[in-house]
């Protein structure tokens, strides 16, 4: 064998070598097995919601101020395994930004951060009315029930802007956390100067599968092989192809 093709040749047995030290699993799943909450299977998605454990003023006009508030309380504020290492949305709306309903598919169930059913969709959370949730939103990051029952919105009842009344306006919508109807979005008005709590959604969660096991099976072994013969055919093929 000519010296290129025996170059080659240590190129592919060390591109296997490499194949072979990374480990085969499935995809990576974002939803923290700490806050999977009981009896959701996997590959099941679902979102989470807390309310801040401080207050805050509804001065700001900036959305990204409520997402970067939320963020802060999250990753500083709680004890709760995995609640830090994913990233928010304050739910409610500007004048300029529309977050009432900050999910991605609103047939998914919300959860509490201590994995109890709020609403069995998102939909069902804004339809008004005395219909009610499961359980109220009104939990902290760290798990505990907040105290204060008033949270800022800017929303409505139905999930959509209060034209005059959102985030940064005079007067801005609040919602009460400890309530299970239509008041936990919206119950009435107040001056932005005044202070009161935060909701938080997370992203749109799958539930993780269960650990896959260390040992390849046979058809991942197959797959290695199968490439192996690939790369000797194409490193035969370049020596051929240079010997004429």
């Known amino acids: 064998m000519s010296l290129i093709f025996i170059r080659g040749y240590r190129r ?17 799943l974002d939803a923290p097995a700490s806050l999977v909450p009981a009896g959701v299977s996997p590959g099941s998605q679902f979102y989470l919601i807390f309310t801040t454990s401080s207050s805050y003023y509804a001065a700001s006009t900036d959305m990204s101020t409520y997402d970067n ?9 709680s004890s709760l395994p995995g ?5 928010w949305k304050a739910l409610g709306a500007t004048s300029a930004v529309d977050q009432c309903k900050p999910f991605i598919d609103l047939t998914k169930p919300v959860y509490t951060v201590t994995k109890v059913l709020v609403s069995s969709t998102a939909t ?10 499961s359980n109220a939103p009104g939990v902290g990051p760290n798990g505990t029930t907040v105290i204060q029952n008033a949270a800022w919105t800017g929303c409505n009842t139905a999930g959509s802007p209060d034209t005059g009344n959102e985030l940064g306006a005079g007067n801005t919508s609040r919602g009460a956390p400890l309530q299970t109807n239509f008041f936990w979005i919206r119950i009435g008005t107040s001056g932005s100067g005044d202070q009161f709590k935060l909701y938080a959604v997370s992203p749109l969660l799958t539930a993780p599968s269960p650990a896959p096991s260390a040992v390849p099976t046979l058809s991942e072994w197959a797959q290695l092989m199968l490439a192996l013969m690939v790369m000797m055919l194409i490193g035969w093929h370049f020596h051929r192809e240079r010997s004429y």
Not at 12 to 28: E, F, K, Q, T, Y
Not at 69 to 77: D, M, Y
Not at 124 to 133: I, K
């Open 124 to 133: 069902a959370m804004f339809l008004g009315g005395a219909t009610g949730l």
């Open 12 to 28: 592919m047995l060390v591109l296997l070598a490499s194949l072979l030290l990374i480990p085969i699993s499935g995809l990576a």
């Open 69 to 77: 508030t939320v963020n802060a309380e999250a990753q500083s504020g």
């Open 83 to 87: 609640v830090g290492s994913l990233t």
